[in-house]
């Protein structure tokens, strides 16, 4: 009886004991795998009982260790520094553009003569508004706009830029034509320059020498006797002359014709009589020796024709 009493209690314990061997088993097993999960060699140990840190290798948690917080100093003053040369590269450039843009202008003669400054600028606006781009200074063209200029107010010689002026506005400094003879045209008085070249609008003192017509064309605005082709060659032969020491102190159209002219010269009473179809250099030319040689002379004759080339005619 006691045998079997004692194998009874036996075959009660051990079924237990095996299930707390098995739970130890299993709890050594976990803690091994944390164990090699957690910690391993030539690895910084970081441990945290915040909630908000999920693992030792989390970079956003409020818990880091000095090696992470460094790492996420670093990244974090790399993404300023790139932010704020962005936006300092933004704003150099802006205002470089704002500096260099034309919405306001602003005009100024390179001679103390009193302009109508309302008049260029719109016609500069004009330009602009057909030439968009080139609105920037580094853009404009000084050539085309002083070309455009030429064609809309004939009195500009030449254009230039003359920097910045204030906020978005430009400055420009224009040449303007100074007439070398006069001449009027029914109620219209045209000018023309050294170069040749016709215009109306004159800021300077009245020329020196004037056109006498006596063409018997009616004066009228538009026909040959107004052409450029002939006020042209009336400046060209003025401003050649002056370079001769030569002094014309008027120019006559003959009667009949639109391709002679006349020119009575300072110290002669007689007229030289030029054709347009000439190069207007030769007949300077010519009218120099011809006067030369009277003046040698002592001849005073009622006219001389240098229209021939190579040859002078004299009554």
Same mark, same amino acid.
């Given at each position: 009886?006691?045998?079997? *009493? *004692?194998?009874?209690?036996?075959?009660?314990?051990?079924?237990?004991? =095996?299930?707390?061997?098995?739970?130890?088993?299993?709890? =050594? =097993?976990?803690?091994?795998? =944390?164990?090699?999960?957690?910690?391993?060699?030539?690895? !910084?140990?970081?441990?945290?009982?915040?909630?908000?840190?999920t693992?030792?290798?989390?970079?956003?948690?409020?818990?880091?260790?000095?090696?992470?917080?460094?790492?996420?100093?670093?990244?974090?003053?790399?993404? /300023? *520094?790139?932010?704020?040369?962005?936006?300092?590269?933004?704003?150099? &450039?802006?205002?470089? /553009?704002?500096?260099?843009? !034309?919405? *306001?202008?602003?005009?100024?003669?390179?001679?103390?003569?009193?302009? $109508?400054?309302?008049?260029?600028?719109?016609?500069?606006?004009?330009?602009?508004?057909? @030439? +968009? &781009?080139?609105?920037?200074?580094?853009?404009?063209?000084?050539?085309? /706009?002083? @070309?455009? /200029?030429? #064609?809309?107010?004939?009195?500009?010689? %030449?254009?230039?830029?003359g920097? %910045?002026?204030?906020?978005?506005?430009?400055?420009? $400094?224009i !040449?303007?034509?100074?007439?070398?003879?006069?001449?009027?045209?029914?109620?219209?008085q045209?000018?023309?320059?050294?170069?040749?070249?016709?215009?109306?609008?004159?800021?300077?003192?009245?020329?020196?020498?004037?056109?006498?017509?006596?063409?018997?064309?009616?004066?009228?605005?538009?026909?040959?006797? %107004?052409?450029?082709?002939?006020?042209?060659?009336v400046?060209?032969?003025?401003?050649?002359?002056?370079? $001769?020491?030569?002094?014309?102190?008027?120019?006559?159209? +003959?009667?009949? !014709?639109?391709?002679?002219?006349?020119?009575?010269?300072?110290?002669?009473?007689? +007229?030289?009589?030029?054709?347009?179809?000439? +190069?207007?250099?030769?007949?300077?030319?010519?009218?120099?020796?011809?006067l030369?040689y &009277?003046?040698?002379?002592?001849?005073?004759?009622?006219?001389? $024709?240098?229209?021939?080339?190579? #040859?002078?005619?004299?009554?």
């Amino acid at each position: 009886m006691r045998l079997m *009493g *004692g194998f009874k209690k036996k075959s009660r314990e051990e079924p237990h004991r =095996r299930r707390l061997n098995a739970d130890v088993l299993a709890q =050594r =097993r976990t803690a091994e795998k =944390r164990g090699q999960t957690l910690f391993r060699r030539n690895r !910084t140990l970081v441990g945290s009982l915040s909630p908000q840190v999920t693992s030792a290798s989390e970079l956003t948690g409020d818990l880091q260790s000095p090696r992470a917080h460094a790492h996420h100093l670093m990244a974090h003053r790399r993404f /300023l *520094g790139t932010i704020f040369l962005l936006v300092v590269g933004a704003i150099c &450039f802006l205002t470089w /553009l704002l500096y260099e843009f !034309t919405a *306001g202008i602003q005009v100024a003669p390179t001679s103390s003569i009193v302009i $109508d400054s309302t008049r260029y600028e719109h016609a500069i606006n004009d330009y602009f508004v057909a @030439h +968009p &781009f080139q609105r920037l200074r580094v853009l404009l063209n000084e050539n085309d /706009l002083s @070309h455009y /200029l030429a #064609e809309i107010t004939p009195e500009v010689k %030449a254009v230039q830029s003359g920097g %910045a002026a204030g906020f978005a506005t430009s400055q420009f $400094d224009i !040449t303007f034509r100074q007439p070398v003879v006069g001449w009027s045209i029914g109620a219209k008085q045209y000018y023309v320059d050294d170069s040749g070249v016709s215009f109306q609008v004159n800021y300077f003192a009245q020329p020196g020498v004037k056109i006498v017509d006596d063409s018997g064309v009616p004066q009228v605005a538009g026909t040959q006797v %107004a052409s450029s082709r002939f006020l042209r060659f009336v400046g060209q032969a003025i401003t050649l002359a002056k370079a $001769d020491n030569l002094t014309v102190t008027q120019a006559i159209i +003959p009667a009949n !014709t639109t391709h002679e002219i006349e020119l009575l010269v300072s110290g002669h009473d007689y +007229p030289i009589k030029l054709s347009l179809d000439r +190069p207007v250099g030769e007949q300077v030319e010519d009218m120099q020796h011809a006067l030369q040689y &009277f003046d040698a002379k002592g001849q005073k004759p009622q006219y001389v $024709d240098i229209r021939v080339s190579g #040859e002078a005619y004299y009554k």
